[in-house]
């Protein structure tokens, strides 16, 4: 790789209208290849383009310094949403999330220190679990909430909006022509049909969460630090709370805002987006609606124990119920005991144990008990393993727990659920 890198830098002699430095696109293809991802309408893999890496980094190269480079269109990819509906997702070619790498190098540090503090979503240093944690201590101070969904966020964006924003952070031109270019490159449906768009950014694209965040920072975060300076709220991409004293500031709050989207050309959804109340044991109002998802956590009213070890209910964010559907799905599907029978415990916890480690980092972190309930289910799916592996155990769910209980205690750190506490037992 470091010899394909010392060729790469070889000069050219020929004179290009955009400087753009060579190792820009090599740093920004080493980003693409840590992100994998799948092939685009080409059908060409990283692997694929990695047979003739020189040769296809320096068309890249060569094609947007001569101003030439033309996006192809991003394959549609429609996910179902938990909710219901389709998600759609458009994915570049593996040439294309190069050049949108390279492009995004140059552009984030030019708009990263001008973002809001609050605004957590695809940024350095910002993750979602630091904004549900602002998010919960602020509900315990303000009573109410306003939970905003925008509906067809990325599908609705103005790109005239879009490109003055960037415009007022950049003046390479390079950066703005290619930019306008993805904005309006089209979307490949799976029967071949292209469709042209006139407005929005396909969820998928490299380049995307940065100009979302920009658009939101200018139609949201900044109109809100103007109109309503003492109003505290969290915003991850196009995912926001807002924070209230009274239900009727919720309400003028939640009018403003509908009316400011609306002159950005945005919606707010009609039935997701709601005033919510935080209701706990000090609070003796009451509101509509009690509870709201943010970040695949739902806040509501809970109970909890304070430090002299009462108990008492306080306004708290645990595990969704979406979440945990989909996370009792996803056992399902690694069919353990009908196609797994075949190896190890060791095996299954090499399989298995990355992807519970994330969910752990992510959903245990607040109110652990309700993510452990979902948790169980996988101590379930390897009792069905143990059924099936060995015939002693057929039709006997109580002796394969209680088997499986015993290796627990012998090797506690096998599995991340046992790592956890959450031991297979009879009966549970």
Not at 20 to 26: A, D, G, H, R, S
Request: aromatic residues 12%.
């Amino acid at each position: 790789m470091e010899l394909v890198n010392q060729q790469w830098e070889e000069p050219v002699p020929e004179a290009k209208p955009y400087v753009i430095p060579k190792q820009l696109v090599w740093d920004a293809y080493r980003r693409v290849k840590a992100n994998r991802g799948a092939a685009g309408v080409d059908g060409e893999t990283l692997a694929m383009f990695e047979k003739d890496l020189k040769g296809n980094l320096y068309k890249i190269w060569n094609r947007m310094s001569s101003g030439s480079y033309f996006p192809p269109a991003v394959r549609l990819v429609e996910i179902p949403k938990e909710s219901g509906g389709i998600r759609p997702l458009g994915i570049p070619t593996v040439a294309d999330r190069v050049a949108q790498t390279a492009v995004k190098m140059v552009l984030e540090p030019l708009v990263e220190p001008i973002f809001h503090e609050d605004s957590y979503g695809y940024r350095p240093g910002k993750s979602a679990l630091d904004a549900i944690e602002v998010a919960r201590r602020r509900c315990w101070r303000a009573n109410w909430v306003v939970d905003l969904d925008i509906k067809s966020f990325f599908d609705c964006l103005d790109h005239d909006l879009v490109e003055r924003a960037v415009a007022k952070h950049t003046d390479l031109p390079w950066v703005r022509l290619y930019i306008a270019r993805w904005l309006r490159a089209p979307l490949q449906r799976p029967d071949g049909t292209e469709e042209q768009r006139t407005r929005g950014t396909p969820q998928g694209g490299v380049i995307s969460p940065l100009l979302a965040n920009l658009f939101l920072h200018y139609a949201f975060d900044v109109w809100m630090r103007r109109s309503f300076p003492a109003v505290q709220f969290e915003r991850y991409a196009d995912d926001a709370i807002v924070h209230c004293r009274s239900e009727g500031h919720a309400t003028q709050v939640l009018e403003a805002i509908r009316d400011r989207f609306k002159e950005c050309g945005l919606e707010l959804h009609p039935v997701k987006t709601q005033v919510v109340y935080c209701k706990d044991d000090d609070r003796r109002g009451s509101g509509e609606h009690v509870s709201f998802d943010f970040l695949g956590y739902t806040f509501q009213p809970r109970r909890a124990k304070n430090r002299w070890g009462k108990y008492f209910v306080s306004f708290l964010p645990a595990i969704s119920a979406k979440s945990a559907k989909s996370l009792r799905q996803t056992i399902r599907e690694w069919r353990m005991a009908s196609t797994r029978n075949n190896q190890r415990l060791e095996d299954l916890a090499r399989a298995f144990n990355p992807t519970m480690r994330g969910w752990a980092n992510y959903y245990g972190r607040f109110y652990r008990s309700k993510f452990l309930q979902v948790l169980r289910h996988f101590n379930e799916a390897l009792s069905a393993w143990v059924r099936r592996k060995y015939k002693r155990f057929r039709r006997r769910e109580r002796a394969s727990m209680h088997w499986l209980g015993r290796i627990a205690r012998r090797e506690p750190k096998l599995f991340v659920p046992w790592q956890l506490g959450l031991k297979p037992e009879a009966g549970k």
